[in-house]
């Protein structure tokens, strides 16, 4: 079975790729933003929450022996790291529109297709029969 895609599919699936890529690279960004929040409060001996300790602990094993000016270095990275995480994302989103605004310039098809060959009512009798 072979798929051919149109202009107007292949940028729909683009759109798609580039939607998914984004969805991705937020949760990662927000991971990263919520273990680095955690890796603060550890350094300054505040109340931290359930998912950010878990992530913490995945994404900077080695913290738990460190002083706490490591930590807060960790904790600079994995901050630092979620931003240029954000922006990456917001370049495939950018990508992603230009992509879809492109592939639907040219108008839809439907809209083509249906031009009037006749007049849409006959104008020559006052609605006698």
Request: proline share 3%; glycine share 8%; net charge neutral.
């Amino acid at each position: 079975m072979r798929v051919v895609f149109g202009r107007a599919g292949l940028g729909n699936l683009v759109l798609i790729a580039s939607v998914l890529l984004v969805l991705c690279l937020m949760g990662a960004s927000l991971a990263m933003k919520a273990a680095a929040t955690d890796l603060y409060a550890m350094a300054t001996s505040a109340s931290r929450t359930e998912p950010g300790t878990w992530l913490s602990a995945r994404l900077a094993p080695d913290v738990p022996t460190a002083s706490s000016v490591t930590i807060e270095a960790q904790a600079d990275t994995l901050n630092h790291r979620g931003d240029r995480l954000r922006e990456e994302a917001s370049v495939a989103a950018l990508a992603g529109l230009v992509v879809a605004v492109l592939a639907g310039a040219s108008g839809s098809t439907r809209n083509r297709n249906l031009e009037e060959t006749s007049p849409a009512a006959s104008t020559t009798r006052n609605g006698t029969v």
